[in-house]
Protein backbone atom coordinates (compact mmCIF):
# COMPACT_ATOMS: atom_id res chain seq x y z
CA UNK A 1 0.00 0.00 0.00
CA UNK A 2 0.71 3.34 0.23
CA UNK A 3 3.61 5.04 2.60
CA UNK A 4 5.57 8.12 3.24
CA UNK A 5 9.03 7.75 5.31
CA UNK A 6 10.57 10.98 6.85
CA UNK A 7 12.96 11.25 9.98
CA UNK A 8 11.28 12.25 13.28
CA UNK A 9 13.21 15.00 14.45
CA UNK A 10 15.76 17.48 12.91
CA UNK A 11 17.72 20.07 15.35
CA UNK A 12 19.05 23.03 13.77
CA UNK A 13 20.40 26.64 15.18
CA UNK A 14 18.70 29.56 14.37
CA UNK A 15 20.06 31.35 10.81
CA UNK A 16 20.94 27.85 9.46
CA UNK A 17 18.88 25.89 6.91
CA UNK A 18 17.11 23.30 7.84
CA UNK A 19 16.77 20.32 5.09
CA UNK A 20 14.16 17.78 5.98
CA UNK A 21 13.63 14.63 3.63
CA UNK A 22 10.56 12.32 2.91
CA UNK A 23 10.18 9.19 0.71
CA UNK A 24 6.83 8.14 -0.74
CA UNK A 25 5.77 5.11 -3.02
CA UNK A 26 3.06 5.46 -5.03
CA UNK A 27 5.39 6.63 -8.11
CA UNK A 28 1.67 7.81 -9.38
CA UNK A 29 0.90 10.48 -7.11
CA UNK A 30 0.63 13.91 -8.99
CA UNK A 31 1.03 16.10 -6.33
CA UNK A 32 3.02 16.17 -3.45
CA UNK A 33 2.67 18.61 -0.36
CA UNK A 34 4.36 19.71 2.80
CA UNK A 35 2.61 21.01 5.79
CA UNK A 36 3.55 22.63 9.04
CA UNK A 37 1.58 21.82 12.15
CA UNK A 38 2.70 23.87 15.31
CA UNK A 39 1.25 22.75 18.60
CA UNK A 40 -2.29 22.53 19.39
CA UNK A 41 -2.94 24.02 16.09
CA UNK A 42 -4.45 22.33 12.50
CA UNK A 43 -2.11 22.03 9.68
CA UNK A 44 -1.03 24.68 7.61
CA UNK A 45 -0.23 24.05 3.53
CA UNK A 46 3.19 25.33 3.22
CA UNK A 47 4.07 24.53 -0.75
CA UNK A 48 3.31 21.61 -2.75
CA UNK A 49 4.62 20.29 -5.95
CA UNK A 50 3.44 18.90 -9.03
CA UNK A 51 4.94 15.58 -10.25
CA UNK A 52 6.14 16.30 -13.47
CA UNK A 53 8.60 19.35 -11.59
CA UNK A 54 11.79 18.74 -9.93
CA UNK A 55 12.16 22.11 -7.95
CA UNK A 56 9.79 25.01 -6.59
CA UNK A 57 11.44 28.16 -4.75
CA UNK A 58 8.92 30.26 -2.75
CA UNK A 59 10.85 32.47 -0.59
CA UNK A 60 12.82 31.02 2.40
CA UNK A 61 11.45 27.16 1.37
CA UNK A 62 12.71 25.03 -1.39
CA UNK A 63 11.03 21.65 -2.19
CA UNK A 64 13.49 19.26 -4.45
CA UNK A 65 11.07 16.24 -5.92
CA UNK A 66 13.51 13.23 -7.30
CA UNK A 67 10.95 11.01 -8.90
CA UNK A 68 13.52 8.57 -9.96
CA UNK A 69 14.02 7.72 -6.23
CA UNK A 70 10.44 8.41 -4.75
CA UNK A 71 12.38 11.14 -2.85
CA UNK A 72 11.05 14.77 -1.46
CA UNK A 73 12.82 17.78 0.46
CA UNK A 74 12.03 20.54 1.80
CA UNK A 75 14.69 23.19 3.19
CA UNK A 76 14.02 26.00 4.95
CA UNK A 77 16.84 28.88 4.39
CA UNK A 78 17.56 31.54 7.24
CA UNK A 79 15.25 28.93 9.74
CA UNK A 80 14.16 31.10 12.29
CA UNK A 81 12.63 30.05 15.89
CA UNK A 82 8.87 30.57 14.72
CA UNK A 83 9.85 27.40 11.94
CA UNK A 84 9.68 25.51 14.83
CA UNK A 85 6.90 22.94 14.33
CA UNK A 86 6.19 19.45 12.90
CA UNK A 87 6.57 18.88 9.16
CA UNK A 88 4.75 16.61 7.37
CA UNK A 89 5.06 15.28 3.85
CA UNK A 90 1.97 14.09 2.34
CA UNK A 91 1.17 12.52 -1.17
CA UNK A 92 -1.76 12.65 -2.84
CA UNK A 93 -3.13 9.02 -3.97
CA UNK A 94 -5.94 8.71 -6.58
CA UNK A 95 -6.43 11.83 -6.60
CA UNK A 96 -8.21 12.15 -3.88
CA UNK A 97 -6.92 11.39 -0.38
CA UNK A 98 -4.08 12.54 1.07
CA UNK A 99 -1.61 9.94 2.59
CA UNK A 100 0.86 11.39 5.25
CA UNK A 101 3.87 10.64 6.77
CA UNK A 102 4.86 10.64 10.61
CA UNK A 103 6.14 14.54 10.29
CA UNK A 104 9.29 15.59 11.32
CA UNK A 105 9.57 17.67 14.73
CA UNK A 106 11.83 20.75 13.66
CA UNK A 107 13.55 22.69 16.46
CA UNK A 108 15.22 25.92 16.10
CA UNK A 109 17.52 27.03 18.78
CA UNK A 110 18.82 30.22 19.30
CA UNK B 1 -7.87 32.35 1.97
CA UNK B 2 -10.08 29.59 2.26
CA UNK B 3 -11.30 28.75 5.58
CA UNK B 4 -12.47 25.58 7.26
CA UNK B 5 -13.77 25.53 11.31
CA UNK B 6 -14.39 22.55 13.83
CA UNK B 7 -16.45 23.09 17.00
CA UNK B 8 -16.02 21.61 19.42
CA UNK B 9 -12.40 22.51 19.59
CA UNK B 10 -12.24 20.35 22.76
CA UNK B 11 -14.89 18.33 24.73
CA UNK B 12 -14.98 15.74 27.07
CA UNK B 13 -17.60 13.34 27.31
CA UNK B 14 -17.98 9.86 29.34
CA UNK B 15 -17.91 6.71 28.16
CA UNK B 16 -20.76 5.36 26.38
CA UNK B 17 -22.13 8.43 25.62
CA UNK B 18 -22.38 10.14 21.52
CA UNK B 19 -19.91 13.10 20.41
CA UNK B 20 -21.01 14.92 17.46
CA UNK B 21 -17.88 17.28 15.80
CA UNK B 22 -18.94 19.97 12.97
CA UNK B 23 -16.66 21.09 10.04
CA UNK B 24 -17.28 23.54 8.07
CA UNK B 25 -16.36 25.79 5.00
CA UNK B 26 -16.72 29.46 5.56
CA UNK B 27 -16.11 31.05 2.49
CA UNK B 28 -16.28 28.04 -0.71
CA UNK B 29 -18.54 24.98 -1.38
CA UNK B 30 -17.13 21.56 -0.30
CA UNK B 31 -17.61 19.20 -2.83
CA UNK B 32 -15.59 16.67 -0.63
CA UNK B 33 -15.02 16.60 2.58
CA UNK B 34 -12.48 14.28 4.60
CA UNK B 35 -11.95 13.34 8.20
CA UNK B 36 -8.80 12.50 9.81
CA UNK B 37 -7.80 11.17 13.19
CA UNK B 38 -4.03 11.92 14.63
CA UNK B 39 -2.69 10.59 17.75
CA UNK B 40 -0.06 12.22 19.90
CA UNK B 41 3.61 12.55 17.87
CA UNK B 42 1.62 10.49 15.02
CA UNK B 43 0.90 10.87 11.44
CA UNK B 44 -2.74 12.04 10.67
CA UNK B 45 -4.51 8.92 9.17
CA UNK B 46 -7.75 9.28 6.77
CA UNK B 47 -11.10 7.50 8.34
CA UNK B 48 -13.68 8.55 5.61
CA UNK B 49 -13.92 10.81 2.43
CA UNK B 50 -17.44 12.33 1.84
CA UNK B 51 -18.86 13.49 -1.21
CA UNK B 52 -21.90 15.91 -0.65
CA UNK B 53 -25.20 14.38 -0.64
CA UNK B 54 -23.89 10.68 -0.97
CA UNK B 55 -22.78 8.28 2.09
CA UNK B 56 -19.17 8.48 2.72
CA UNK B 57 -16.62 6.35 2.12
CA UNK B 58 -14.56 4.23 5.00
CA UNK B 59 -10.82 3.40 5.13
CA UNK B 60 -10.01 -0.20 5.94
CA UNK B 61 -10.57 -0.85 9.71
CA UNK B 62 -12.87 2.67 10.59
CA UNK B 63 -15.84 1.45 12.14
CA UNK B 64 -18.87 3.15 9.50
CA UNK B 65 -21.52 2.23 12.21
CA UNK B 66 -18.94 3.75 15.49
CA UNK B 67 -18.08 6.96 13.67
CA UNK B 68 -21.00 8.25 11.41
CA UNK B 69 -20.22 10.99 9.07
CA UNK B 70 -22.54 13.00 7.46
CA UNK B 71 -22.04 15.34 4.55
CA UNK B 72 -25.79 16.98 4.27
CA UNK B 73 -24.81 20.24 2.80
CA UNK B 74 -21.85 22.08 0.54
CA UNK B 75 -20.55 24.14 3.84
CA UNK B 76 -20.99 21.15 6.48
CA UNK B 77 -19.84 17.74 7.66
CA UNK B 78 -19.93 16.02 10.59
CA UNK B 79 -18.59 13.43 12.71
CA UNK B 80 -20.74 11.66 15.49
CA UNK B 81 -18.75 9.65 17.15
CA UNK B 82 -20.88 6.64 19.02
CA UNK B 83 -20.73 4.92 22.11
CA UNK B 84 -17.55 7.11 23.08
CA UNK B 85 -14.83 4.66 24.60
CA UNK B 86 -11.66 5.73 26.34
CA UNK B 87 -9.71 4.56 23.19
CA UNK B 88 -11.51 6.95 20.99
CA UNK B 89 -9.61 10.06 22.62
CA UNK B 90 -8.12 11.52 19.65
CA UNK B 91 -7.08 14.57 17.62
CA UNK B 92 -10.00 14.78 14.83
CA UNK B 93 -9.25 16.94 11.96
CA UNK B 94 -11.41 17.41 8.85
CA UNK B 95 -10.39 19.01 5.68
CA UNK B 96 -12.40 20.54 2.62
CA UNK B 97 -11.80 20.82 -0.95
CA UNK B 98 -13.83 22.50 -3.04
CA UNK B 99 -14.23 20.85 -7.13
CA UNK B 100 -11.40 20.35 -9.01
CA UNK B 101 -8.79 23.06 -8.79
CA UNK B 102 -5.68 22.54 -10.38
CA UNK B 103 -4.02 22.59 -6.80
CA UNK B 104 -6.03 19.89 -5.48
CA UNK B 105 -5.98 21.63 -2.59
CA UNK B 106 -7.33 20.57 1.01
CA UNK B 107 -8.37 22.95 3.57
CA UNK B 108 -7.47 22.16 7.15
CA UNK B 109 -9.79 22.66 10.07
CA UNK B 110 -8.16 22.97 13.06
CA UNK B 111 -8.71 20.01 14.81
CA UNK B 112 -11.03 18.70 17.65
CA UNK B 113 -9.60 17.20 20.60
CA UNK B 114 -11.85 14.37 22.24
CA UNK B 115 -11.54 13.30 25.61
CA UNK B 116 -13.01 10.25 26.83
CA UNK B 117 -13.28 9.87 30.21
Known amino acids: GEDVEQSLFLSVREGDSSVINCTYTDSSSTYLYWYKQEPGAGLQLLTYIFSNMDMKQDQRLTVLLNKKDKHLSLRIADTQTGDSAIYFCAEMVQEVALIFGKGTTLSVSS | GAVVSQHPSWVICKSGTSVKIECRSL??????MFWYRQFPKQSLMLMAT?????????EQGVEKDKFLINHASLTLSTLTVTSAHPEDSSFYIC?????????????FGPGTRLTVT
Open chain 2, 50 to 58: SNEGSKATY
Open chain 2, 95 to 107: SARGGSGPTYEQY
Open chain 2, 27 to 32: DFQATT
